[in-house]
Every structure is written in C-alpha cells, then in structure tokens.
C-alpha cells in the first residue's frame, strides 16, 4: 500500500518560506500523480498545487507566483516550497496521490498524515 509521510511545517512570520516534503513508499513513485491539498479550521479542505507524471503542474490561484511544486523521482519525494507566506496560509497541509493511469484526475486515494503550517 501506498505510504505518504509529510514533513517540514511549522510557525513562521509573514513574508517567510518554509519547504514541505513528502515522502512515498509502498508502490511505483512515477506512476503516480501528486498534489499537496490544506485545510484551515473551519474551512474546506482546498488544493494547493500538483504535478503529473510529465512535471506539469498546476497551483490555485491564491497561491501562485508564491509557491512551488516539485518532485525527485529518484528519492520518491514531492516538495512544496512556499515563499511570501500570509497568515491566510494557516493550515494543514496534506500530501496526495493517485494512480495517473487509472483513477481519474480528481481520485486522490492516497493521503498522508499532515503537517501543520501557521503563519502570524
């Protein structure tokens, strides 16, 4: 079974940047898709940013320009890195993934624990 270990949250000021990583295990890294989704108190959880099997990626839009998406496939680890924090960054982060070949774009089976960021 595919295992998500998120790391690497924490508190920062705004304007800070902080780096997530996600390590995976369980299964083939390459075939699948990747995405980091955040939940703050009281809201839905939303996505954040992915990244297909090819690179291309994809970022909400209150995030882009300020965050960043990116994998090695060869460590079998996603990164999120986040630049110009704001205290409306304040969240669970959660990694996901999927199946590229075989759950659809928005089947995201796979989740890891969390890890929380708060930006004051």
């Known amino acids: 079974d595919v295992q998500l270990v998120e790391s690497g949250g924490g508190s920062v000021q705004a304007g800070g940047s902080l780096i997530l990583s996600c390590a995976f295990s369980?299964?083939?890294?390459?075939?699948?898709?990747m995405g980091w989704f955040r939940q703050a108190p009281g809201k839905e959880r939303e996505g954040v940013a992915a990244?297909?099997?090819?690179?291309?990626?994809s970022y909400a839009d209150s995030v882009k320009g300020r965050f960043t998406i990116s994998q090695d496939n060869a460590k079998n680890t996603l990164f999120l890195q986040m630049n110009s924090l704001k205290p409306e960054d304040t969240a669970m982060y959660y990694c996901?993934?999927?199946?590229?070949?075989?759950?659809?774009?928005?089947?995201?089976?796979?989740w890891g624990q969390g890890t929380q960021v708060t930006v004051s």
């Open positions: 990244i297909d099997s090819d690179g291309s990626t």
């Open positions: 369980g299964a083939t890294y390459s075939s699948h898709c």
């Open positions: 996901a993934g999927r199946d590229c070949y075989m759950d659809g774009p928005e089947e995201f089976r796979f």
